[in-house]
Nanobody, 123 residues
Framework: QVQLVESGGGLVQAGDSLRLSCAAS????????LGWFRQAPGKEREFVGG????????DYADSVKGRFKISRDNAKNTGYLQMNSLKPEDTAVYYC????????????????WGQGTQVTVSS
């Protein structure tokens, strides 16, 4: 079992950067792929990007490609979402999620979820 806790959200201006962290409990963190999702008010939760268990494979939604970067440090049981050139449309609650080994872009593919962290980007 894996428990996830996100941190690093906040209020920033357009063009700024933020780095979100996803701290995981459990000794088998390195066996789980991570997905990052976000949910804006009134919208469905959407895939932002993911990273596999070893960190050598990542993928991103088109809306964030080239601006966001996902990484992980298995020694620290932590995943990261580096967000650059933030836009007001990036405003949402951001969640990390875990599934065995790989990652998928669908919400229902993940068994474990964090509580989310709010990111607000002002124009």
């Amino acid at each position: 079992q894996v428990q996830l806790v996100e941190s690093g959200g906040g209020l920033v201006q357009a063009g700024d950067s933020l780095r979100l962290s996803c701290a995981a409990s459990g000794r088998t963190f390195r066996n789980y792929g991570l997905g990052w999702f976000r949910q804006a008010p009134g919208k469905e939760r959407e895939f932002v990007g993911g990273i596999n268990w070893s960190g050598d494979t990542t993928d991103y939604a088109d809306s964030v490609k080239g601006r966001f970067k996902i990484s992980r440090d298995n020694a620290k049981n932590t995943g990261y979402l580096q967000m650059n050139s933030l836009k007001p449309e990036d405003t949402a609650v951001y969640y990390c999620a875990a599934r065995w080994y790989g990652f998928r872009d669908r919400v229902n593919e993940y068994r474990y979820w964090g509580q989310g962290t709010q990111v607000t980007v002002s124009s």
